[in-house]
């Protein structure tokens, strides 16, 4: 937390100066700061979080402040192969140079938390480090193939963690399901994972030689999630590892539950988990109307007596009711019933026949015939 909080004032220290002359830097401060802000807020996904804010942060120091250092993070394929420089590796496949490109990974990065929250943390860094390692492999094989089939000579690739962000899309899309939410021109369906994709796209067509990387980096998800191949068991975190992670980084990324919140089933995905939450939401807001209804009555002199207004409902087949029964004659056309007050009424554990004589009796009027259920 300290962390961020440092991450977040340098930002902001630095916002008035860059603003003017880079409205691009600034919005790209004020959505990590955001995105940081609400992954602390409310998710249990540490390894996401440090690679959202700490690269992203050095991505930006570098642009406003130390251009000088730029060239340490550049991923100079010429140099690796020639002057042996390994280390290049490492800082030009981690950090992005192009503001661009951090916004776009960034972004995705916040999207694929889920796996973390549903492998793990050891088994999701097990996965961005073999698809780093394959990636990296996938680079060279495929520059090189390149100049063989095209003659083309590329020294240099875009900088950054996107051989890794791109190979998470082969469990996105094998994985998450597909849930359609709207559709456009009628023929054209927008799902829960449209986003995303857009988001791959846009950094897809971010550089000239960013397609190579992404090509690897799908090829490298391929091959790690293969049962075939095996790769898992072989490029994985040990567990003393992520052990000694867990004790000395986790405490500084993670953030603790919230006490305030009442627990919801977890969804599958993070769009059933929102729907779960709003569900969870109508039903605390009808409960709390009902609450203020019995309270104004009290205030009024007392609740009415429902039984002189309609008999009780678990008395309904009782015979000494029946005996009682008006005539058929006259009794009134039954009253129609919106379904949709009826799911609401079942939603909170009422039956549906319960439901439909309630609404029936209190002429549709959910509130009544919710008060009225709560009481029988």
């Known amino acids: 937390m300290c962390l961020c909080m440092c991450l977040c004032v340098c930002a902001c220290a630095c916002l008035p100066v860059y603003v003017s002359a880079c409205p691009r830097v600034s919005v790209c401060l004020y959505v990590f700061a955001y995105i940081g802000i609400d992954l602390h807020a409310k998710d249990k996904a540490p390894l996401s979080k440090s690679l959202l804010i700490v690269?992203?942060?050095?991505?930006?120091?570098?642009?406003?402040?130390?251009?000088?250092?730029?060239?340490?993070?550049?991923?100079?394929?010429?140099?690796?192969?020639?002057?042996?420089?390994?280390w290049r590796l490492v800082c030009g496949r981690t950090i992005c140079l192009d503001l661009k490109d951090t916004f776009c990974?960034?972004?995705?990065?916040?999207?694929?938390?889920?796996?973390?929250?549903?492998?793990?943390?050891?088994?999701?860094?097990?996965?961005?480090?073999?698809?780093?390692?394959?990636?990296?492999?996938?680079?060279?094989?495929?520059?090189?193939?390149?100049?063989?089939?095209?003659?083309?000579?590329?020294?240099?690739?875009?900088?950054?963690?996107?051989?890794?962000?791109?190979?998470?899309?082969?469990?996105?899309?094998?994985?998450?399901?597909?849930?359609?939410?709207?559709?456009?021109?009628?023929?054209?369906?927008i799902t829960n994972k449209s986003l995303v994709y857009i988001l791959g796209l846009q950094l897809l067509t971010s550089g000239s030689y960013i397609w190579i990387l992404a090509l690897s980096g799908l090829i490298s998800g391929i091959c790690y999630n293969s049962s075939i191949l095996k790769v898992h068991r072989i490029l994985c975190v040990p567990r003393w590892v992520a052990k000694v992670f867990s004790w000395t980084l986790e405490p500084v990324f993670s953030s603790a539950e919230p006490t305030n919140e009442v627990r919801v089933g977890m969804g599958a995905t993070v769009d059933i988990q929102r729907q779960q939450r709003m569900e969870l939401l109508d039903r605390q807001i009808m409960m709390s109307q009902v609450a203020q209804m019995r309270r104004q009555r009290q205030q009024q002199g007392g609740m009415i007596n429902w039984n002189r207004l309609f008999p009780p409902l678990r008395h309904r087949h009782n015979a000494n009711y029946q005996d009682h029964h008006p005539s058929e004659q006259g009794i009134p056309p039954p009253t129609e019933v919106s379904e949709e007050q009826v799911a609401r009424l079942m939603?909170?554990?009422?039956?549906?026949?319960?439901?439909?004589?309630?609404?029936?009796?209190?002429?549709?009027?959910?509130?009544?015939?919710?008060?009225?259920?709560?009481?029988?």
């Open 347 to 376: 939603e909170m554990g009422f039956s549906r026949g319960d439901a439909l004589e309630a609404l029936r009796a209190s002429n549709n009027d959910l509130n009544v015939a919710t008060n009225f259920l709560l009481q029988h």
């Open 55 to 86: 690269p992203s942060a050095i991505s930006i120091l570098l642009t406003l402040l130390f251009q000088h250092y730029q060239k340490f993070f550049a991923y100079n394929l010429q140099a690796v192969k020639e002057d042996f420089q390994i």
């Open 105 to 189: 990974s960034s972004l995705l990065i916040y999207n694929f938390r889920i796996f973390e929250r549903r492998y793990g943390s050891r088994k999701f860094s097990s996965f961005l480090l073999g698809a780093w390692m394959l990636s990296a492999l996938f680079d060279l094989l495929l520059v090189e193939i390149t100049q063989y089939i095209f003659g083309i000579t590329i020294n240099s690739l875009p900088s950054g963690f996107l051989g890794p962000v791109f190979a998470l899309f082969v469990p996105f899309y094998s994985s998450i399901p597909r849930v359609q939410v709207t559709q456009v021109l009628g023929h054209f369906s």
